[in-house]
């Protein structure tokens, strides 16, 4: 019988699994990189800090938002991400050596983030165009007995998700090829909130060349998400069945996980490596 997209396949699967976008963008784009990061939970001890300004640029707007305009201050909006960047600097830090550049980078990521609030705060002010919002907000759903999927929504208003994006974007390429606003539209409108698309909150680095704030929405049409479900229960039958075959290409030179890959391939002391650069799951910092 031909599949349609009315009617995905069910996956053959013994084991519990829980899908998310990240899992899903993980698996497609190296297996073996899945493996180290779902299957062995490890993590490398030395975690890069580029990352730090985005995650409490979010954490900063994730607060902003979950409370009236009325209430929200350019003052807030700074110490939540004085907060959520020191916290998380401490975190990434406190696990390996100091560097000598420790500190230097640092005070530029805390420069950097108050240039982009004070900027969002001077275009938006309370910006009462996006009102009191669920943000970061969990949504999940059963999609057979042993499978589910679940996202997490930077904000969601009663017809829009918003995704704030940070650093230097292009609208296009989040029109046509963001994977994760077709997966979380259609979740909500699986569970029955029928959302009209994501509207791109772009909040561009200092150093941006070519992007400025915009807030661009686009509408998600039942037929761009037809093929959704069907694609996420293939996948999860493939990450049940298939082995976690390594996908060298020239990203692997940007891989957390390349110092393994490299001991496997050359016979190294891979178990090594892990205990002394890598931290498990279920280790503390
Ligand atoms: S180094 Fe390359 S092959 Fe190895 S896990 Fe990373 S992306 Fe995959």
């Known amino acids: 019988m031909r599949e349609s997209k009315q009617m995905p396949r069910m996956p053959r699967m013994s084991n519990m699994i829980t899908l998310s976008h990240s899992k ?16 062995d939970k490890i993590s490398p001890i030395d975690e890069p800090t580029y990352f730090a300004l985005g995650r409490s640029i979010h954490d900063s707007l994730s607060k902003f938002y979950a409370i009236e305009p009325e209430m929200r201050t350019q003052q807030d909006l700074v110490n939540w991400f004085a907060k959520s960047l020191a916290d998380d600097w ?8 100091a560097y000598p550049d420790d500190e230097r980078d640092y005070k530029s990521t805390v420069e950097n983030g108050y240039t982009m609030l004070t900027r969002y705060w001077n275009r938006y002010g309370i910006d009462k165009q996006i009102g009191k919002c669920l943000t970061e907000h969990q949504v999940s759903v059963q999609l057979t007995d042993n499978l589910s999927f679940t996202g997490k929504l930077d904000c969601l208003t009663s017809n829009w998700i918003i995704e704030h994006k940070t650093g230097n974007i292009t609208v296009e390429d989040l029109a046509l090829e963001d994977d994760q606003s077709f997966m979380y539209c259609w979740l909500m409108r699986k569970v029955g909130r029928p959302v009209k698309g994501t509207v791109y909150n772009i909040i561009p680095s200092p150093t941006a060349q070519s992007s400025s704030f915009q807030r661009v929405p686009i509408e998600r049409t039942d037929n761009e998400l037809a093929s959704v479900e069907s694609e996420i229960l293939q996948i999860a039958e493939e990450i049940e069945w298939l082995p976690r075959l390594p996908t060298r290409s020239y990203s692997c030179k940007s891989c957390q996980f390349r110092m393994l890959c490299r001991a496997e391939r050359q016979g190294g002391d891979v178990e090594y490596l892990i205990d002394s650069k890598f931290r498990r799951a279920n280790e503390t910092a």
Do not use: A, P
């Open 90 to 97: 401490s975190r990434l830090t406190s696990r390996r050596e």
């Open 24 to 39: 899903i963008s993980t698996w497609k784009s190296c297996r073996r990189q899945y493996k180290f990061i779902y299957d």
